[in-house]
């Protein structure tokens, strides 16, 4: 899978539950080792799907790449310029996902 190959588009309240198993699988992948584990525990409750919900609803900005059906990067801005979320699919990293969002 190639950069090339993604659909970038706006993600919606619809898109939470499949955020939300990104950003998580990501996170505990990637970082959570680091963490400690309270910190790691409200990481995850924070990024649950009815909380994302609420984060793309008031973002200024929430973008999902997608491939066939499937979200494999998210990016959400708080603000026009604070990144709030910059997630890629672990199993997808290097291959342009990040920068196309």
Not at 10 to 27: I, M, N
Not at 55 to 78: C, E, N, P
């Amino acid at each position: 899978m190639h950069a090339d190959n993604l659909l970038i588009r706006a993600v919606d309240a619809s898109d939470a539950a499949a955020a939300s198993a990104l950003v998580q699988e990501s996170f505990l992948k990637l970082a959570a080792g680091a963490w400690e584990s309270q910190a790691r525990q409200q990481f995850l409750a924070e990024s649950g799907p009815a909380a994302l919900e609420h984060k793309i609803v008031a973002a200024a900005y929430a973008v999902g790449a997608f491939t066939d059906s499937q979200m494999v990067g998210f990016l959400l801005m708080r603000t026009p310029t604070l990144l709030g979320m910059l997630f890629v699919d672990p199993r997808l990293l290097r291959r342009g996902i990040a920068t196309r969002l």
